[in-house]
C-alpha cells in the first residue's frame, strides 16, 4: 500500500497497527472464539451463594468484613506442628516405635524412606490461657495470647515441595504466574493510603522463600497490585531515591513530560498498563517521602522497641513485626512477613530440633507476642487479622536420612498442618479441627487451603465467588475456577 495517498488520519491509524504487538492486538480484540466463550463464562452464574463470575468487584454488602488489613506472618519452610500446636499423647507413648504400615502404605514422601519410627514430642506441652489450649513450651510470649488466637488444626494441602506449596497457598495455583493474596485484597478493595502501596512484603531470615517473588506477584492482575518489597535495614526500598544530584523538583518535572508521553501513547493503543505505568510513577514520587518515614522505627518509644526486641538499623524479623504495625497504621492493606530457617529435617545443626528449631522460636515468639499486644492496645486488632503458618506439616515420624538420627527432624508432610490467626472477625480462643491419634492425617473438620482462602477473603468482606478478573478468556480467581472451596463459617465470630 502507498501510504503517501492515504490521508492523515488514516495514516496515524496506519503506524498504530505497524506499531501494535501480537499481545495488543489479542488484548483488544472484540472477535473470535475467545470473546465467545470468555461471553458465555460471564453469563454463568455460580452455584449456591455466588453470583456472576463477571462482577470482578466481589464485595457484598452484607457480607462480614471487620478484617481491614492483614499481617501474613509467614515461617518459611514450615514449622513442626507436634512441637508447637497438636500435641500427641499416643506419639510420645510409641515414641521411635516402627511407624504402622497402614498409614505409610502407598504414601511418598519428600526425604523419607524404607519404613520409618515414630517420633514424639521433643519438647514438653502445657495448658495456656482460661481457653485451656495445649500448646508447645517453645514460644511461651505467643501462647499468653492464646485466648485472642483461632487454632485451626486440621489444615490440609496436596503439595509436598517447598515452592510448589508456598504458591498454592498464597496464589491459589501451585504453578508460577497465579495472582497472590495480597494482590487480590488490594484489587478488591484498593488502599487505605494515598502515599504508600497497598500490598508490601518483607523478608528475613537470610534467604528467599522457595516460592520466591511470584509468591507477592500480581499475576494476571494489573502490576500495580503487585507486592512492593522492604526492608528494615538500608534504603527500605531499592531505587526510591532520587540519583545524585537530582532535586525534587527536576524529578517532578521529568515526571510531569514522561506521564503526558504515556498519556499520548494510552489515547492510541488503549493498552491498561499505561495507565498503570503513571501511576506507579506518581505513587514512587510520593513514596520517597512517606516511605523513609514509616519505615523509621528509630522514632518508636524505647518502651515498644525493647517490647519487640527491634534495634534500628538491623535487619531482624523483631523489626519487620514492629514495621507491620507501623504500616497498617498508616493504611496498608496488606503486609506479608516471609521468616526463612523453618525447615526442620535434622539433617546437621542447621536444621534440626535440638539447634535451629530452638533458635526460631526465640527469634519469633517475643517479636510475634509483641506485635498482638500492640496491635490490641491500640485498636487495631478488631480490624486487622494476623495469620501465623507455614505451607505444609511435618511427619509424625522422624526422618532420619541417610539412616542416622545424630540430629532429629522431621520430613515435609501435606496430610495435615495447623495455623493460627488472630483478630479480623475471627473467634477468639478457639480450636478448630483434629487430626489422628499419632497426628498423621485430618480426623475431624478439614480445611483445604482454597477454604482458608476463601474464609479470609470472606472475612475482608470480599466475596470469593464473585471476586475475579477476565484474562485468556477465563474470570480468574484466588480460589481458582471450581467452586468446591468453602467459607468456614464456624471460624468466624
Known amino acids: 500500500m502507498n501510504s503517501s495517498r492515504l490521508s492523515p488520519e488514516a495514516e496515524l491509524n496506519l503506524a498504530s497497527a505497524r506499531l501494535q504487538t501480537r499481545r495488543h492486538f489479542l488484548a483488544n480484540c472484540s472477535v473470535g472464539l475467545g470473546a465467545i466463550s470468555a461471553g458465555l463464562l460471564g453469563a454463568k452464574c455460580n452455584e449456591g451463594s455466588a453470583s456472576t463470575l463477571h462482577d470482578s468487584t466481589g464485595f457484598a454488602s452484607d457480607y462480614a468484613k471487620p478484617a481491614k488489613h492483614v499481617i501474613y ?3 518459611a519452610g514450615s514449622p513442626p506442628q507436634h512441637e508447637l500446636f497438636d500435641f500427641k499423647p499416643e506419639l510420645k507413648k510409641h515414641h521411635l516405635e516402627p511407624c504402622p504400615d497402614e498409614l505409610i502404605e502407598g504414601k511418598m514422601f519428600a526425604f523419607i524412606k524404607g519404613k520409618p519410627k515414630l517420633l514424639g514430642p521433643v519438647y514438653p506441652f502445657k495448658k495456656y490461657g482460661e481457653s485451656g489450649m495445649m500448646l508447645g513450651e517453645k514460644i511461651p510470649h505467643i501462647w499468653q495470647h ?3 488466637l483461632c487454632l485451626i488444626r486440621s489444615m490440609h494441602t496436596d503439595q509436598f ?5 508456598q504458591l498454592l497457598l498464597h496464589t491459589g495455583s501451585a504453578q508460577f504466574g497465579g495472582s497472590s493474596f495480597g494482590s487480590w485484597a488490594t484489587y478488591g478493595l484498593g488502599s487505605e493510603s494515598d ?3 497497598g500490598f508490601i512484603v518483607m523478608v528475613s531470615g537470610g534467604n528467599m522463600p522457595s516460592g520466591g517473588k511470584s509468591l507477592w506477584g500480581n499475576g494476571v492482575l494489573p502490576s500495580v497490585f503487585q507486592g512492593v518489597q522492604c526492608r528494615s535495614e538500608g534504603d527500605p526500598i531499592l ?8 532535586g525534587s523538583d527536576i524529578r517532578r518535572a521529568s515526571l510531569d513530560a514522561l506521564n503526558e508521553l504515556n498519556r499520548r501513547e494510552h489515547e492510541v493503543f488503549q493498552d491498561p498498563e499505561t495507565l498503570t505505568r503513571i501511576e506507579q510513577y506518581e505513587l514512587a514520587f510520593r513514596m520517597q517521602t512517606a516511605v523513609p518515614e514509616v519505615m523509621d522505627i528509630k522514632r518508636e518509644s524505647k518502651q515498644t522497641l525493647e517490647l519487640y526486641g527491634a534495634e534500628p538499623g538491623k535487619a531482624s524479623f523483631a ?5 507491620a504495625r507501623r504500616l497498617v497504621e498508616q493504611g496498608v492493606r496488606f503486609v506479608q512477613l516471609f521468616d526463612w530457617g523453618w525447615d526442620i529435617h535434622g539433617t546437621a545443626k542447621y536444621d534440626d530440633m535440638e539447634n535451629q528449631f530452638p533458635m526460631k522460636c526465640t527469634q519469633a515468639d517475643k517479636p510475634i507476642a509483641a506485635l498482638l499486644t500492640d496491635l490490641k492496645q491500640r485498636g487495631l486488632l478488631d480490624d486487622t487479622l494476623v495469620i501465623f503458618g507455614g505451607e505444609f506439616g511435618r511427619t509424625p515420624m522422624v526422618e532420619a536420612r541417610n539412616g542416622t538420627m545424630k540430629f532429629i527432624g522431621r520430613d515435609h508432610h501435606p496430610d495435615c498442618f495447623s495455623v493460627w490467626v488472630a483478630g479480623g472477625g475471627f473467634k477468639r480462643g478457639m480450636e478448630y479441627g483434629a487430626t489422628d491419634e499419632l497426628g498423621f492425617k485430618v480426623a475431624e473438620n478439614p480445611v483445604d487451603v482454597k477454604d482458608f482462602q476463601a474464609t479470609v477473603l470472606h472475612a475482608m468482606g470480599l466475596d470469593p465467588y464473585r471476586l475475579s478478573f477476565l484474562s485468556q478468556g477465563l474470570n480468574q480467581r484466588l480460589i481458582g475456577p471450581s467452586n468446591e472451596a468453602r467459607i468456614i463459617h464456624d471460624l468466624l465470630v
Open 319 to 323: 523489626n519487620n513485626c514492629l514495621l
Open 195 to 197: 502515599n504508600l502501596p
Open 73 to 75: 506472618l509467614h515461617m
Open 161 to 165: 515441595n517447598h515452592a510448589p506449596a
Open 146 to 148: 492464646a485466648d485472642d
Open 239 to 246: 531505587y526510591v531515591s532520587n540519583p545524585d544530584g537530582m
